[in-house]
């Protein structure tokens, strides 16, 4: 297992279309993040799963965003109806279900809405 | 609600300074607080955490100390590289491995 990977690691799209990103986590991880990065800023919480299940949706998350984990396995995160203020960097991250808090994150999918 | 504030950057150092980045949190409960450090075109990497009051995490020759009385995490390293060179963040995350609130994240440049 190489660590979290994200698909893909950059999209353009023009406004109004839909983009769809995908996450793998570590295998034994069953808790999976996603949060999005503006430039000069921190990550912001969006979404979190454990297996399957959504916990926590961010007042962030608006009802153009949708997120899934079937089988708790990958996720997915889809943005309809993109505007500008989308474009960010939305990054994964999963840990695991013990202690040690330790968040292993990807690498990012760079999103531009032009 | 829970939050964390840095100082702000950049920072620019010379090779061999000495490095402090300030950090300082809100929080309801008794959070665990890390440091992530982003290097140019990579991902968030754990740097180093505390979990309770008064423990130091250290990573790298980086450390910090879990202040509950100042409520602060104040990331040091005694003698910085070129190659520390990137964007660090302050989080916490609340009992129960919850989501992770992070800083605004502090740009470090390092010359030789």
């Known amino acids: 297992d190489t660590g979290v990977s994200q698909d893909p690691r950059h999209k353009i799209t023009k406004r109004g279309q839909n983009v769809t990103f995908r996450c793998d986590p570590i295998s034994e991880h069953n808790r999976l993040y996603w949060y999005r990065q503006t430039l000069g800023q921190g990550p912001e919480f969006l979404t979190y799963f454990q297996n399957e299940a959504q916990l926590e949706k961010s007042r962030l998350l608006s009802d153009r965003f949708s997120a899934e984990r079937p089988k708790g396995s990958f996720s997915t995160l889809e943005i309809q109806r993109t505007e500008q203020g989308d474009s960010a960097m939305y990054l994964c991250?999963?840990?695991?279900?013990?202690?040690?808090?330790?968040?292993?994150f990807g690498s990012g999918t760079r999103l531009t809405v032009v | 609600g829970d939050s964390v504030t840095q100082m702000e950057g950049p920072v620019t150092l010379s090779e061999e300074a000495f490095l402090t980045i300030n950090c300082t949190y809100t929080a309801t409960g008794y959070p665990s607080l890390f440091w992530y450090v982003q290097y140019p075109g990579e991902g968030l990497q754990l740097l180093l955490k505390a979990t309770k009051a008064d423990d130091k995490g250290s990573n790298k020759g980086f450390e910090a100390t879990y202040r509950k009385e100042t409520t602060s995490f104040h990331l040091e390293k005694g003698s910085v590289q070129v190659s520390d060179s990137a964007v660090y963040f302050c989080a916490l995350s609340e009992e129960g491995n919850t989501p992770l609130v992070f800083g605004k994240g502090t740009r470090l440049s390092v010359i030789a």
């Open positions: 991250a999963s840990s695991p279900p013990w202690g040690d808090y330790g968040y292993t």
